[in-house]
């Protein structure tokens, strides 16, 4: 199962349109993330006004890195289990019900950022992700924050229809 | 103790360029944190491009208005306890060391939201804050998140200085 784009590739067009991590977004981070062997990885290189205080990274950020790069580390984890191409159907679409971030060390601002994630449980419809985020810093990696996301598949009921209508679901994208 | 502007008003310069609250970062949220009573709150309204899916407001942000919210709750709330005006120094300015929401319900993108925040743990070197997030909708708000934030006292030596160091620090922005 070949797969040379990352893994917001393979969304379908209508849940493409996140801030985080959707590739119809015009205003978004454009969070990208591919298989390195069984780990998904994210790379991302925050801008200057990205900051917390002079020098580091905001931290919302890194919480929304982590955020979506372990919703799509969930799907794509779903579609390996099933022995899947990822963006066949039935689509796998993962949402977040919950959002864990410790902040180990300040993040340096410059650097490229790198988040490591594994599915650490597989469910049909749940998939628990854990992550770690590191700076690339020219003398090696430093560990800044760690997270864990409980995703959970999107209702099938989510996406509005023509006219509106989507109420009654239980969860958040 | 008056206390007529936002929390975030009476943070020091050198640590008001945050990209969630900071008065001086020209492209941040400017989130802005007021006491109602025993509570604070945070008000916030998304743009149209803060999208999820289609409808919906994007997890990231959720994340961020609840961490920069819960850090100034952390803030006020050790001034208050300590019978000072906020902004007197010494400053006290908290970081945040976890950060945990739970997504209850899809967050309707167009009303405004809003944030309420307790802080339930006030030591000396950490503040824990626990906070709701609702939808303001014209039928009532409908509550769509929680959040925990366990924020800790930033180190003094956490603002870089003229040569950049700042290193050997433990927590992060």
Redesign the interface.
Known sequence: MSQPHAFQHYYPE??S????C?RL????YHIQSFWDGDKAVCRFKPEP?????????????????I??HSTGTAAASAYRQAKREMGSEPSFRF?????????????PLGPELSIEATAVEIKERKVVVESTLFALEPQGPIT??RGKVVAVR?PDN???DSE?S?EG?????
């Open positions: 209508d849940s349109h996140c801030y985080g959707g977004n015009p205003k978004g006004y990205h900051t917390a205080i002079p020098g580091y990274v905001y931290g919302g950020l890194i919480a929304a890195l955020d979506c949402v977040t019900a919950s959002l864990h971030v410790d902040y180990l060390l300040p993040t800044c924050a999107m989510w996406i509005p509106g989507n679901t239980k969860e958040t994208p």
